[in-house]
Protein backbone atom coordinates (compact mmCIF):
# COMPACT_ATOMS: atom_id res chain seq x y z
CA UNK A 1 0.00 0.00 0.00
CA UNK A 2 2.74 2.47 1.18
CA UNK A 3 4.64 2.37 -2.28
CA UNK A 4 1.44 3.86 -3.91
CA UNK A 5 1.41 6.00 -1.69
CA UNK A 6 5.07 7.93 -2.76
CA UNK A 7 3.97 9.67 -5.95
CA UNK A 8 0.96 11.40 -5.03
CA UNK A 9 3.05 12.31 -1.71
CA UNK A 10 5.42 13.89 -3.32
CA UNK A 11 2.90 15.18 -6.53
CA UNK A 12 0.62 17.39 -3.60
CA UNK A 13 2.28 20.56 -5.54
CA UNK A 14 0.59 23.88 -4.91
CA UNK A 15 -2.52 24.44 -7.21
CA UNK A 16 -5.30 27.11 -6.43
CA UNK A 17 -8.43 25.56 -6.82
CA UNK A 18 -11.00 27.01 -6.94
CA UNK A 19 -13.76 24.04 -5.55
CA UNK A 20 -15.29 24.96 -2.72
CA UNK A 21 -17.75 22.36 -0.21
CA UNK A 22 -20.28 23.14 -2.94
CA UNK A 23 -18.40 21.52 -6.08
CA UNK A 24 -18.61 23.44 -9.10
CA UNK A 25 -20.59 21.58 -11.47
CA UNK A 26 -17.74 21.51 -14.36
CA UNK A 27 -14.14 21.62 -13.61
CA UNK A 28 -11.31 22.16 -16.64
CA UNK A 29 -9.04 19.39 -16.08
CA UNK A 30 -7.00 20.82 -18.84
CA UNK A 31 -5.92 23.61 -16.15
CA UNK A 32 -4.94 20.87 -13.78
CA UNK A 33 -0.78 20.72 -13.51
CA UNK A 34 0.66 17.43 -14.46
CA UNK A 35 2.10 17.24 -11.54
CA UNK A 36 -1.51 17.49 -9.56
CA UNK A 37 -3.20 14.41 -11.67
CA UNK A 38 -2.56 11.00 -10.44
CA UNK A 39 -1.61 7.62 -12.92
CA UNK A 40 -4.53 6.69 -13.60
CA UNK A 41 -5.68 3.49 -10.43
CA UNK A 42 -5.82 0.11 -12.52
CA UNK A 43 -9.15 -1.27 -11.78
CA UNK A 44 -8.93 -4.39 -9.67
CA UNK A 45 -10.61 -8.12 -11.71
CA UNK A 46 -13.90 -7.92 -9.11
CA UNK A 47 -14.92 -4.57 -10.29
CA UNK A 48 -15.34 -5.57 -14.05
CA UNK A 49 -16.83 -9.23 -13.34
CA UNK A 50 -19.47 -7.41 -10.43
CA UNK A 51 -20.32 -6.02 -13.90
CA UNK A 52 -20.77 -8.70 -15.63
CA UNK A 53 -22.57 -10.80 -13.04
CA UNK A 54 -25.06 -7.68 -14.58
CA UNK A 55 -25.21 -9.08 -17.86
CA UNK A 56 -27.32 -11.82 -18.06
CA UNK A 57 -26.12 -15.51 -17.32
CA UNK A 58 -23.47 -16.29 -19.85
CA UNK A 59 -22.21 -19.78 -20.23
CA UNK A 60 -18.61 -19.43 -17.71
CA UNK A 61 -17.71 -23.16 -18.10
CA UNK A 62 -17.35 -22.21 -22.21
CA UNK A 63 -14.63 -19.33 -21.24
CA UNK A 64 -12.59 -21.66 -18.97
CA UNK A 65 -9.04 -22.13 -20.14
CA UNK A 66 -8.27 -26.49 -20.63
CA UNK A 67 -4.94 -25.60 -19.56
CA UNK A 68 -3.32 -22.84 -17.14
CA UNK A 69 -0.18 -22.56 -19.45
CA UNK A 70 3.43 -23.64 -19.19
CA UNK A 71 6.09 -21.50 -16.88
CA UNK A 72 9.04 -21.09 -18.96
CA UNK A 73 11.18 -19.92 -16.26
CA UNK A 74 11.66 -16.31 -18.01
CA UNK A 75 10.44 -13.87 -15.59
CA UNK A 76 8.62 -12.02 -17.85
CA UNK A 77 6.39 -14.55 -19.40
CA UNK A 78 5.89 -16.17 -15.50
CA UNK A 79 4.68 -12.29 -14.38
CA UNK A 80 2.34 -12.26 -17.43
CA UNK A 81 1.13 -16.18 -16.63
CA UNK A 82 0.54 -14.98 -13.22
CA UNK A 83 -1.69 -12.59 -14.38
CA UNK A 84 -3.50 -14.27 -16.34
CA UNK A 85 -4.05 -17.38 -13.92
CA UNK A 86 -5.52 -15.09 -11.37
CA UNK A 87 -7.83 -13.82 -14.28
CA UNK A 88 -8.59 -17.54 -14.73
CA UNK A 89 -9.81 -17.23 -11.19
CA UNK A 90 -12.63 -15.20 -11.67
CA UNK A 91 -13.75 -17.23 -14.16
CA UNK A 92 -13.31 -20.09 -12.49
CA UNK A 93 -15.81 -18.26 -9.85
CA UNK A 94 -18.45 -17.41 -12.51
CA UNK A 95 -18.58 -20.88 -13.17
CA UNK A 96 -18.76 -21.97 -9.63
CA UNK A 97 -16.12 -25.09 -9.84
CA UNK A 98 -14.66 -24.56 -7.17
CA UNK A 99 -11.87 -27.75 -7.83
CA UNK A 100 -10.81 -25.68 -10.42
CA UNK A 101 -10.80 -22.19 -8.22
CA UNK A 102 -8.39 -24.64 -6.21
CA UNK A 103 -6.09 -25.50 -8.34
CA UNK A 104 -5.72 -22.21 -9.77
CA UNK A 105 -4.92 -21.31 -5.76
CA UNK A 106 -2.03 -23.76 -5.85
CA UNK A 107 -0.80 -22.29 -9.53
CA UNK A 108 -1.07 -18.84 -8.48
CA UNK A 109 1.84 -19.93 -5.39
CA UNK A 110 3.74 -21.91 -7.55
CA UNK A 111 4.70 -19.09 -10.07
CA UNK A 112 5.02 -16.57 -6.95
CA UNK A 113 7.96 -18.72 -5.93
CA UNK A 114 9.17 -18.75 -9.30
CA UNK A 115 9.58 -15.27 -9.19
CA UNK A 116 10.41 -15.02 -5.49
CA UNK A 117 7.15 -13.90 -4.13
CA UNK A 118 5.67 -16.85 -2.64
CA UNK A 119 5.52 -15.47 1.27
CA UNK A 120 3.47 -12.63 0.09
CA UNK A 121 0.83 -15.06 -1.44
CA UNK A 122 0.55 -17.82 1.01
CA UNK A 123 -2.05 -17.13 3.29
CA UNK A 124 -4.13 -15.88 0.41
CA UNK A 125 -3.63 -18.91 -1.60
CA UNK A 126 -4.45 -21.31 0.94
CA UNK A 127 -7.28 -18.72 2.26
CA UNK A 128 -8.45 -19.16 -1.80
CA UNK A 129 -8.73 -23.05 -1.24
CA UNK A 130 -10.59 -22.98 1.67
CA UNK A 131 -13.43 -20.14 0.62
CA UNK A 132 -13.17 -22.60 -2.62
CA UNK A 133 -14.22 -25.48 -0.86
CA UNK A 134 -16.60 -23.49 0.83
CA UNK A 135 -18.30 -22.04 -2.18
CA UNK A 136 -18.12 -18.41 -0.84
CA UNK A 137 -17.38 -16.94 -3.97
CA UNK A 138 -17.47 -13.34 -2.93
CA UNK A 139 -14.64 -14.19 -0.37
CA UNK A 140 -12.96 -16.19 -2.81
CA UNK A 141 -13.05 -13.38 -5.26
CA UNK A 142 -11.71 -11.05 -2.78
CA UNK A 143 -9.19 -13.11 -2.03
CA UNK A 144 -7.68 -13.20 -5.94
CA UNK A 145 -8.20 -9.46 -5.80
CA UNK A 146 -6.50 -9.54 -2.74
CA UNK A 147 -3.67 -11.98 -4.32
CA UNK A 148 -3.38 -10.11 -7.01
CA UNK A 149 -2.83 -6.79 -4.98
CA UNK A 150 -0.44 -8.48 -2.81
CA UNK A 151 1.99 -10.16 -5.38
CA UNK A 152 2.52 -6.57 -6.82
CA UNK A 153 3.27 -4.78 -3.70
CA UNK A 154 5.80 -7.79 -2.78
CA UNK A 155 7.46 -7.45 -6.14
CA UNK A 156 7.34 -3.33 -5.62
CA UNK A 157 9.65 -3.69 -2.03
CA UNK A 158 11.67 -6.12 -4.37
CA UNK A 159 12.07 -3.34 -6.07
CA UNK A 160 10.75 -5.24 -9.55
CA UNK A 161 7.77 -2.57 -10.76
CA UNK A 162 8.57 -3.82 -13.87
CA UNK A 163 7.54 -7.08 -13.52
CA UNK A 164 4.51 -6.20 -10.90
CA UNK A 165 3.19 -4.44 -14.15
CA UNK A 166 3.49 -7.08 -16.37
CA UNK A 167 1.24 -9.11 -13.46
CA UNK A 168 -1.33 -6.57 -13.58
CA UNK A 169 -0.65 -6.82 -17.58
CA UNK A 170 -1.49 -10.84 -17.85
CA UNK A 171 -4.78 -10.10 -15.66
CA UNK A 172 -5.78 -7.45 -17.55
CA UNK A 173 -5.17 -9.25 -20.76
CA UNK A 174 -6.94 -12.78 -19.99
CA UNK A 175 -9.64 -10.55 -18.32
CA UNK A 176 -10.26 -8.58 -21.49
CA UNK A 177 -10.26 -11.16 -23.84
CA UNK A 178 -12.81 -12.87 -21.14
CA UNK A 179 -14.67 -10.02 -21.38
CA UNK A 180 -14.57 -9.54 -25.02
CA UNK A 181 -15.99 -12.90 -25.90
CA UNK A 182 -18.89 -12.68 -23.47
CA UNK A 183 -19.92 -9.02 -25.17
CA UNK A 184 -19.67 -10.68 -28.39
CA UNK A 185 -22.11 -13.67 -27.87
CA UNK A 186 -24.59 -11.76 -27.34
CA UNK A 187 -23.77 -8.01 -27.95
CA UNK A 188 -25.22 -4.98 -26.75
CA UNK A 189 -23.54 -1.09 -26.84
CA UNK A 190 -24.11 -1.16 -22.87
CA UNK A 191 -21.90 -4.49 -22.66
CA UNK A 192 -19.30 -3.00 -25.45
CA UNK A 193 -19.05 0.06 -23.64
CA UNK A 194 -17.14 -1.80 -20.90
CA UNK A 195 -14.24 -1.77 -22.95
CA UNK A 196 -14.22 2.29 -23.15
CA UNK A 197 -11.14 2.13 -21.28
CA UNK A 198 -8.73 4.60 -23.80
CA UNK A 199 -6.74 6.26 -19.83
CA UNK A 200 -5.76 2.45 -18.73
CA UNK A 201 -4.31 1.08 -22.16
CA UNK A 202 -2.34 4.17 -22.38
CA UNK A 203 -1.15 3.90 -18.84
CA UNK A 204 -0.06 0.49 -19.84
CA UNK A 205 1.50 1.04 -22.83
CA UNK A 206 3.11 4.34 -20.75
CA UNK A 207 4.43 1.60 -18.22
CA UNK A 208 5.82 -0.15 -20.30
CA UNK A 209 7.74 2.39 -22.62
CA UNK A 210 9.06 3.61 -19.37
CA UNK A 211 10.54 0.37 -17.87
CA UNK A 212 13.81 0.44 -15.82
CA UNK A 213 14.74 -2.20 -17.54
CA UNK A 214 16.07 -1.78 -21.45
CA UNK A 215 16.71 -5.60 -20.85
CA UNK A 216 12.64 -6.96 -20.48
CA UNK A 217 11.55 -3.68 -22.25
CA UNK A 218 13.25 -5.22 -25.68
CA UNK A 219 12.20 -8.97 -24.88
CA UNK A 220 10.01 -10.17 -27.48
CA UNK A 221 6.81 -11.17 -25.35
CA UNK A 222 7.01 -7.91 -24.12
CA UNK A 223 6.90 -6.22 -27.16
CA UNK A 224 4.00 -8.63 -28.45
CA UNK A 225 2.43 -7.00 -25.43
CA UNK A 226 3.63 -3.21 -26.44
CA UNK A 227 2.00 -4.07 -30.11
CA UNK A 228 -0.82 -5.78 -28.82
CA UNK A 229 -2.08 -2.36 -26.49
CA UNK A 230 -1.08 -0.12 -29.90
CA UNK A 231 -3.38 -2.08 -32.04
CA UNK A 232 -6.11 -2.33 -29.58
CA UNK A 233 -6.12 1.67 -28.96
CA UNK A 234 -8.09 2.62 -32.05
CA UNK A 235 -10.58 0.26 -31.72
CA UNK A 236 -11.80 1.66 -28.44
CA UNK A 237 -11.25 5.30 -29.90
CA UNK A 238 -14.55 7.59 -27.71
CA UNK A 239 -17.54 6.92 -28.87
CA UNK A 240 -20.01 3.60 -29.23
CA UNK A 241 -17.77 0.14 -29.75
CA UNK A 242 -19.15 -2.21 -32.76
CA UNK A 243 -19.06 -5.73 -32.57
CA UNK A 244 -16.62 -5.97 -34.86
CA UNK A 245 -14.20 -3.92 -32.70
CA UNK A 246 -15.28 -6.24 -29.70
CA UNK A 247 -14.60 -9.26 -32.16
CA UNK A 248 -11.02 -7.73 -33.16
CA UNK A 249 -10.23 -7.23 -29.83
CA UNK A 250 -11.47 -11.09 -28.84
CA UNK A 251 -9.00 -12.37 -31.14
CA UNK A 252 -5.78 -10.04 -30.75
CA UNK A 253 -5.91 -10.31 -26.55
CA UNK A 254 -7.00 -14.39 -26.92
CA UNK A 255 -3.75 -14.96 -29.84
CA UNK A 256 -1.58 -13.03 -26.75
CA UNK A 257 -3.13 -14.60 -24.10
CA UNK A 258 -1.92 -18.23 -26.04
CA UNK A 259 1.86 -16.65 -26.50
CA UNK A 260 1.93 -16.11 -22.83
CA UNK A 261 0.27 -19.39 -21.49
CA UNK A 262 2.40 -21.59 -23.98
CA UNK A 263 5.44 -19.89 -23.69
CA UNK A 264 6.44 -19.52 -26.76
CA UNK A 265 7.78 -16.09 -28.46
CA UNK B 1 13.14 16.92 -12.93
CA UNK B 2 14.33 13.15 -11.81
CA UNK B 3 17.53 14.43 -9.88
CA UNK B 4 15.41 16.91 -7.66
CA UNK B 5 12.49 13.95 -6.76
CA UNK B 6 15.55 12.14 -5.82
CA UNK B 7 16.85 14.78 -3.84
CA UNK B 8 13.27 14.99 -2.66
CA UNK B 9 13.46 11.33 -1.44
CA UNK B 10 16.54 11.69 0.54
CA UNK B 11 15.12 15.03 1.80
CA UNK B 12 12.33 13.24 3.43
CA UNK B 13 14.48 10.26 4.53
CA UNK B 14 16.46 12.64 6.22
CA UNK B 15 14.10 15.07 8.00
CA UNK B 16 12.14 11.63 9.04
CA UNK B 17 9.98 9.76 6.72
CA UNK B 18 8.87 7.07 9.02
CA UNK B 19 7.14 10.36 10.97
CA UNK B 20 5.37 11.39 7.41
CA UNK B 21 4.29 7.75 6.75
CA UNK B 22 2.16 6.96 10.48
CA UNK B 23 0.72 10.39 9.68
CA UNK B 24 -0.51 9.32 6.48
CA UNK B 25 -1.40 5.76 8.22
CA UNK B 26 -3.45 7.61 10.21
CA UNK B 27 -5.44 9.41 7.75
CA UNK B 28 -5.97 6.27 6.11
CA UNK B 29 -7.13 4.54 9.18
CA UNK B 30 -9.93 7.64 9.09
CA UNK B 31 -10.29 6.77 5.44
CA UNK B 32 -11.70 3.36 6.23
CA UNK B 33 -13.49 4.72 9.38
CA UNK B 34 -15.35 7.22 6.69
CA UNK B 35 -16.14 4.38 4.63
CA UNK B 36 -17.12 2.22 7.29
CA UNK B 37 -21.38 2.42 6.77
CA UNK B 38 -20.64 1.89 3.34
CA UNK B 39 -19.32 -1.74 3.77
CA UNK B 40 -22.49 -2.48 6.21
CA UNK B 41 -24.36 -1.74 3.13
CA UNK B 42 -22.51 -3.94 0.52
CA UNK B 43 -19.74 -1.89 -0.87
CA UNK B 44 -16.25 -3.85 -1.42
CA UNK B 45 -13.84 -1.57 -0.39
CA UNK B 46 -10.48 -1.62 -2.59
CA UNK B 47 -7.15 -2.80 -0.44
CA UNK B 48 -5.22 0.04 -1.82
CA UNK B 49 -5.32 3.35 -1.42
CA UNK B 50 -4.08 6.91 -2.14
CA UNK B 51 -2.76 9.71 -0.09
CA UNK B 52 -0.07 12.32 0.76
CA UNK B 53 -0.40 15.92 1.72
CA UNK B 54 -1.49 19.23 0.28
CA UNK B 55 -1.39 23.21 1.70
CA UNK B 56 -4.65 24.72 1.57
CA UNK B 57 -6.53 25.01 -1.24
CA UNK B 58 -4.56 22.39 -3.24
CA UNK B 59 -5.94 19.93 -5.18
CA UNK B 60 -5.00 16.61 -5.75
CA UNK B 61 -6.88 14.10 -8.98
CA UNK B 62 -6.95 10.69 -8.17
CA UNK B 63 -7.84 9.22 -11.86
CA UNK B 64 -9.98 5.98 -12.06
CA UNK B 65 -11.36 3.70 -14.29
CA UNK B 66 -15.26 3.20 -13.70
CA UNK B 67 -17.54 1.08 -15.10
CA UNK B 68 -20.91 1.39 -16.01
CA UNK B 69 -22.68 -0.76 -13.75
CA UNK B 70 -20.79 -0.46 -10.89
CA UNK B 71 -21.73 2.15 -7.96
CA UNK B 72 -18.88 3.46 -6.09
CA UNK B 73 -18.33 5.58 -2.75
CA UNK B 74 -14.91 7.43 -3.03
CA UNK B 75 -14.09 8.13 1.11
CA UNK B 76 -11.56 10.58 2.05
CA UNK B 77 -10.25 10.77 5.61
CA UNK B 78 -7.45 13.40 7.41
CA UNK B 79 -5.89 13.43 10.56
CA UNK B 80 -5.13 17.10 10.49
CA UNK B 81 -7.02 18.43 13.58
CA UNK B 82 -9.14 21.77 12.48
CA UNK B 83 -8.90 20.56 8.53
CA UNK B 84 -11.56 20.33 6.35
CA UNK B 85 -11.25 18.50 2.86
CA UNK B 86 -13.87 17.15 0.17
CA UNK B 87 -13.61 14.89 -2.42
CA UNK B 88 -15.77 15.35 -5.62
CA UNK B 89 -16.06 13.32 -8.80
CA UNK B 90 -15.66 14.71 -12.39
CA UNK B 91 -16.16 12.73 -15.46
CA UNK B 92 -13.76 13.03 -18.42
CA UNK B 93 -15.42 16.14 -19.70
CA UNK B 94 -14.71 17.82 -16.64
CA UNK B 95 -18.68 17.32 -15.59
CA UNK B 96 -19.49 16.70 -11.52
CA UNK B 97 -20.40 12.85 -11.86
CA UNK B 98 -21.79 12.67 -8.10
CA UNK B 99 -24.80 11.59 -7.03
CA UNK B 100 -24.61 12.45 -3.23
CA UNK B 101 -21.45 13.68 -1.27
CA UNK B 102 -20.85 14.33 2.49
CA UNK B 103 -18.24 16.33 4.82
CA UNK B 104 -18.46 15.59 8.12
CA UNK B 105 -15.92 16.01 11.36
CA UNK B 106 -15.16 12.73 12.69
CA UNK B 107 -15.53 11.77 16.86
CA UNK B 108 -15.38 15.06 19.45
CA UNK B 109 -11.73 14.87 19.68
CA UNK B 110 -10.42 12.69 17.39
CA UNK B 111 -9.38 15.94 15.06
CA UNK B 112 -10.30 13.31 12.10
CA UNK B 113 -12.50 14.84 9.39
CA UNK B 114 -14.01 12.92 6.26
CA UNK B 115 -15.83 13.09 3.00
CA UNK B 116 -17.23 11.42 0.36
CA UNK B 117 -18.71 11.31 -2.89
CA UNK B 118 -21.21 8.34 -4.46
CA UNK B 119 -20.55 8.24 -8.23
CA UNK B 120 -23.10 5.86 -10.34
CA UNK B 121 -21.27 5.99 -13.69
CA UNK B 122 -23.82 6.51 -16.54
CA UNK B 123 -21.24 5.64 -18.96
CA UNK B 124 -17.86 3.30 -18.67
CA UNK B 125 -14.28 5.77 -18.91
CA UNK B 126 -11.88 7.89 -17.05
CA UNK B 127 -13.08 9.85 -13.56
CA UNK B 128 -11.28 12.09 -11.81
CA UNK B 129 -11.79 12.10 -7.76
CA UNK B 130 -10.94 15.52 -6.78
CA UNK B 131 -9.19 15.57 -3.15
CA UNK B 132 -9.15 19.75 -1.90
CA UNK B 133 -8.03 20.80 1.27
CA UNK B 134 -10.35 23.93 1.82
CA UNK B 135 -9.32 25.04 5.27
CA UNK B 136 -6.59 23.86 7.70
CA UNK B 137 -4.40 25.07 10.60
CA UNK B 138 -1.71 23.29 9.31
CA UNK B 139 0.74 24.15 6.18
CA UNK B 140 0.72 20.73 4.86
CA UNK B 141 -2.29 18.56 5.77
CA UNK B 142 -2.41 14.92 5.17
CA UNK B 143 -4.96 12.96 3.10
CA UNK B 144 -6.07 9.15 2.44
CA UNK B 145 -8.59 8.14 -0.46
CA UNK B 146 -10.22 4.66 -0.74
CA UNK B 147 -12.96 3.43 -2.66
CA UNK B 148 -15.67 1.12 -2.92
CA UNK B 149 -17.54 -0.64 -5.45
CA UNK B 150 -20.66 -3.12 -5.28
Known sequence: MLPRLIPAALCGLAFAGAAAQTPPQTVDLSKFPATAVDEVVVPVPSEVFNVLDKLGSPNWKGEMRDSLGTNTGNRAQVALLLGTVIAEGFVAVEAEDSQRVKEIGQEVLVLADAINVRKAVIARSKSVIEKADAKNWRAVRSELDGALQDVRAAMQELGDEDLAQLVSLGGWIRGTEVLTSIVSKNYTPDGAELLNQPELVAYFSRRIEEMRSSRLRKEELVAKVRKLLRDIRPLIAKGSIPVSNVQKINKLTGDMVTVITSGQE | ?150
Open chain 2, 1 to 150: MKTLKILFVLALAVAGLSAVWAAVDDALSFAHESALPFVKQGYIIREDAWGGDLGVKDQQAVTAQLFKGNDYWFCLGTDTKGAVVTVHVYDSNGKLAEVESYQRPGKAGSGAYFAGARVIPQKTGTYYAIVTVEKSPAERTNWALVYGYK
